[in-house]
Nanobody, 129 residues
Framework: QVQLVESGGALVQPGGSLRLSCAAS????????MYWVRQAPGKGLEWVST???????YYADSVKGRFTISRDNAKNTVYLQMNALKPEDTAVYYC???????????????????????WGQGTQVTVSS
């Protein structure tokens, strides 16, 4: 059974940092674009970042310059380094995978779970003083 398991979420003060990890198993990780998507309390899904199979990265304007996505294909793991955290970053963070054979989702589709082949269980990030 395909699995994506997120970890690293925590309570952190504004301005602090966290590093989220997502460990993948039972699928060919290197052949998938990887994504981080979040859901704040009472709000819909919001795409955060993407890293493709060649290592190119993409970010939502709200996190650009503060977050860094990376992947380690040898470990089947994708990471999200989050710096200068703000209360607005409070959300459940999910990692997701989409086959490289498929085209990249449109901006609207990136906020739709149906755009992704696989999802993790999520990890809670709370930014509060």
């Amino acid at each position: 059974q395909v699995q994506l398991v997120e970890s690293g979420g925590a309570l952190v003060q504004p301005g602090g940092s966290l590093r989220l990890s997502c460990a993948a198993s039972r699928f060919t990780f290197r052949n998938y674009w990887m994504y981080w998507v979040r859901q704040a309390p009472g709000k819909g899904l919001e795409w955060v970042s993407t890293i493709n199979t060649g290592g190119s990265t993409y970010y939502a304007d709200s996190v650009k310059g503060r977050f860094t996505i990376s992947r380690d294909n040898a470990k089947n793991t994708v990471y999200l380094q989050m710096n200068a955290l703000k209360p607005e970053d409070t959300a459940v963070y999910y990692c997701a995978a989409r086959s490289a054979v498929q085209s990249q989702p449109s901006p609207s589709q990136r906020n739709d779970q149906r755009a992704y082949n696989y999802w993790g269980q999520g990890t809670q990030v709370t930014v509060s003083s």
